[in-house]
């Protein structure tokens, strides 16, 4: 969880992620930000986010992001 916090801080360091849960419906990732994350997900923990994976439920908080990196390292 450490990684993607950091991840995320690169893209907003003015945000807490540790405790927003409405990073997308608020309109604080945009879409750049998330081809941004999937990006360095794809690079840092060697995961790859199928096209069906990005909705706004898989990015709307950290948790849920990597509630999502750990369902598809599994596979």
Do not use: C, Q, W
Not at 3 to 8: M, R, S
Not at 9 to 30: Q, R, S, W, Y
Not at 44 to 69: G, Q, T
């Amino acid at each position: 969880m450490d990684k993607l916090i950091e991840i995320l801080k690169e893209i907003h360091p003015d945000v807490d992620f540790e405790t927003e849960n409405a990073l997308v419906d608020d309109g604080i990732l945009d879409s750049l930000d998330i081809v941004t994350l999937i990006t360095e997900i794809n690079d840092r923990f060697d995961v790859s986010i199928p096209a069906e994976e990005i909705i706004p439920e898989n990015f709307n908080s950290a948790a849920a992001l990597y509630d999502l990196i750990t369902r598809l390292d599994e596979d």
